[in-house]
């Protein structure tokens, strides 16, 4: 079938919508609300095109046979501009003087200035931890409101109210804190206009980095490595290590250690659960690295709590690791020390703030401040300090060794990947063959793989985006027998965490996703109890996996009902 | 869909045997009616009949219509706020009424309009208010 955009003829296939078929081919028609991993509702009116003479919004008319199209027609110019007016009419003067998609989208109409001036006055919501909203920021795209009730199923946020008077509200008009909310952040990752951020820790960081008294030691998650450089105009999925360490240096941090290196941790911790629970015949067992799925699994599946595995997440783990064993190595009191950790997610924000992680004893949380990607982007520009033109520059040691396994954390599947190569070692007393399980890779909700293990079928699952984590669940409490599942809230895991590089879309997200592998791909040593740092930090101060010193540092509780918090 | 349907059916009963419908409330239908809780709250707050919280003994509502705007129920409202000391959106102090807007009420033919206690007043002028309000005292 063909339509006709702008005089010439395009192929398309039925089920189309006019926007995706100008997209393919490089027509350029300005959007707003439009995202691609949504639904269209066609509610900001900007992508308007000329279907048959009729004016249409492109991105949820479908294309028909023989349609001829018109994108740039001078009336569509001036509706077009009509309408993006009449949006940054409705916002807070402030947000246009931002670089935020509303103001780029300004640019492409030709719009300076807004006409008119009827912003709303409201109450921002600073409740949360993790999250903050400024309600007088949002155009009512809807697509937070979306993601949260298609994507993520969790239905924490919603529209109150009707006509001009309506705008996002937590359920039951209360504080997102007190909603359904498990902190992923997909809503501020997808907002437009930065009317949903991250709860904003740049300005107590640099408090921080101007104490010259204290030892700031800062972790970068695994996925950081391979978003930042978007930032900084590098293409998605450009490898970025060693020049984040050098610019981590030249913020004013002593130390930079990798969470890689926990991760590996985790992976000891969590196969020796895994293997410990086979024996008890406690199954399924869930991984616990993601916070969101943690408080999503406890406010709507209280009765699987007992699966989740106790061992903290990396970002836990290195907090805890910091304050005792690198303190008592560098001869230092843990109070001297300044721990920042560098992660894609808001969650991690509310969980270092929860009162369980404080296990190092220093009468403080185990990591003090937690920075999202975008704030570090964001604080490196404000320093001026170009990413681009930095020396690579290794971790520091003792705790930024890493292997293969704890690098794929960051990817949907790669927990289960790395915990199965330790797992099948402690089980059957020899290495995995091919360290690769590409069952595990890809971009489908749920995964499905079996293993077989001392003559007995190990079946796993992994989901990523909480409302397949919601059907795995389901299915699970139907009946179905999974051995070991693992649960990423964000869709394609960490990497497209809440706290990335906007924009984001699975064009991105599998880029991202394939500069992980690639890391584990160059990697020597890809197995995590085969990293000699970790044999180190056990035969130094942990003794064994699951001894009684690292039960206490490394694993944690969880509340029986509702959420952390 | 069928859910749907039968969301507003449930809300409305409630609003009309209590006069609101309470948080608990909303909670509740959203599991008898199978639906998220965010989807039973947006509707409950999408329509002006329907209200979260305790209002007023009585409930007047001015239709904010084009028609009606046109014969003047900006006048009207002004008039109301003015007489009974309130502004739109508010109750008065003693809880006696509540004065409100609502969306088009299908009486364009004979607007200006207005909605007391579920009860429509239509072509209604500052004396006629005067009338009906003498009588809700």
């Known amino acids: 079938m063909q339509i006709i955009i702008n005089e010439r003829y395009y192929d398309f296939k039925k089920g189309e919508t006019i926007l995706q078929i100008a997209k393919r081919h490089g027509i350029e028609i300005p959007t707003l609300c439009y995202h691609s991993m949504l639904k269209p509702e066609g509610r900001c009116r900007v992508c308007l095109v000329s279907a048959n003479g009729k004016i249409v919004t492109s991105c949820d008319t479908l294309a028909e046979k023989g349609m001829h199209v018109v994108t ?56 949360s931890n993790a999250i903050w909203r400024n309600n007088n920021k949002c155009i009512a795209c809807g697509r937070c409101v979306q993601f949260c009730e298609k994507i993520q199923s969790v239905n924490a946020i919603t529209f109150s109210g009707r006509g001009n008077r309506m705008v ?33 820790s740049i300005a107590r960081m640099e408090r921080m980095l101007r104490n010259k008294k204290k030892l700031k030691i800062v972790q970068i998650a695994p996925s950081v490595r391979v978003s930042i450089g978007e930032s900084f105009g590098l293409k998605a999925g450009e490898i970025v290590t060693g020049k984040i360490v050098s610019a981590l240096h030249k913020l004013g941090f002593d130390v930079v250690f990798d969470t890689n290196f926990s991760a590996d941790l985790t992976i000891m911790e969590e196969a020796t659960e895994f293997v410990e629970r086979i024996k008890e015949k406690r199954l399924p067992l869930f991984t616990s690295c993601c916070p969101a799925w943690i408080d999503f699994c406890c406010e709507f599946f209280p009765e699987f709590v007992k699966n989740l595995s106790t061992t903290k997440s990396p970002q836990q783990m290195m907090g805890a690791m910091i304050k005792t064993y690198y303190a008592k190595k560098r001869n230092i009191n843990a109070k001297n020390i300044v721990s920042v950790s560098i992660m894609p997610c808001t969650a991690k924000k ?49 705790l930024g060794e890493s292997s293969g396994a704890g690098s794929i954390f960051g990817a949907s599947g790669g927990v289960m990947e790395a915990a199965l190569r330790t797992a099948y070692f402690l089980l059957e007393g020899k290495e995995l063959k091919n360290a690769d399980i590409k069952q595990l890779r890809g971009e489908r909700g749920i995964k499905e793989f079996k293993i077989k293990i001392r ?17 795995l669940l389901e299915r699970i409490r139907s009946g179905e ?37 690639e890391i584990d791909k160059r990697k020597k040593i890809r197995k995590s109890h085969k990293n000699p740092s970790i044999k180190k930090v056990y035969s130094e101060f942990l003794k064994e996996p699951a001894s009684e010193k690292a039960r206490k540092l490394l694993h944690r509780h969880y509340p029986l009902k509702g959420k952390t918090i | ?76 409202m002004k008039y109301l706020e003015k007489k009974l000391k309130v502004k739109a959106g508010h109750a008065t102090k003693n809880k006696l ?12 033919d004979k607007a200006p309009a207005i909605i007391i206690d579920g009860k429509p007043y239509v072509k209604v002028n500052e004396k006629k208010i005067d009338k009906i309000l003498r009588k809700l005292k």
């Open chain 2, 97 to 108: 009424f509540f004065l409100s807007e609502t969306s088009c009420v299908g009486l364009c």
């Open chain 1, 72 to 127: 740039n027609s001078k009336k569509l110019q001036k509706m077009r501009k009509k309408a993006v007016d009449l949006i940054a009419s409705s916002v807070e003067p402030q947000t246009l003087k931002e670089d935020n998609e509303l103001t780029r989208v300004m640019k492409k109409v030709g719009l300076k200035k807004p006409s008119y001036r009827h912003h709303k006055i409201l109450k921002s919501d600073k409740s």
């Open chain 1, 168 to 200: 996002v509200e937590g359920v039951g008009g209360e504080e997102l804190a007190s909603t359904s909310c498990v902190s992923c952040g997909q809503c501020s990752l997808v907002c437009p206009t930065n009317a949903i951020t991250e709860a904003k």
């Open chain 1, 350 to 398: 509310k969980e270092a703030s929860l009162k369980e992680m404080r296990s190092s004893n220093a009468g403080k949380q185990d990591i003090d401040l937690v920075l999202t990607t975008r704030e570090l982007a964001e604080l490196l520009k404000r320093k001026k300090i170009d990413l681009k033109k930095m020396k690579p520059m290794k971790f520091n040691d003792p």
């Open chain 1, 481 to 517: 027998k999974f051995d070991f599942v693992e649960v990423m809230a964000c869709p394609g895991g960490c990497i497209g965490g809440g706290g990335q590089p906007k924009p984001s879309d699975w064009s991105v997200l599998k880029a991202r996703i394939q500069a992980i592998y």
């Open chain 2, 1 to 76: 869909m069928i859910a749907k349907k039968v969301l507003l059916n449930e809300l409305g009963k409630e609003q009309k045997k209590k006069g609101f419908v309470s948080k608990k409330k909303l909670k509740e239908i959203a599991k008898n009616v199978c639906l998220p809780e965010s989807e039973v709250f947006s509707a409950a707050t999408f329509y002006s009949f329907l209200s979260l919280e305790k209002r007023a003994k009585h409930i007047i509502q001015v239709c904010n219509c084009p028609s009606s705007h046109l014969h003047g129920s900006d006048r009207i």
């Open chain 1, 455 to 471: 003559g007995k079928k190990i079946r796993t699952a992994v989901a990523h985006g909480l409302s397949n984590a919601r059907l």
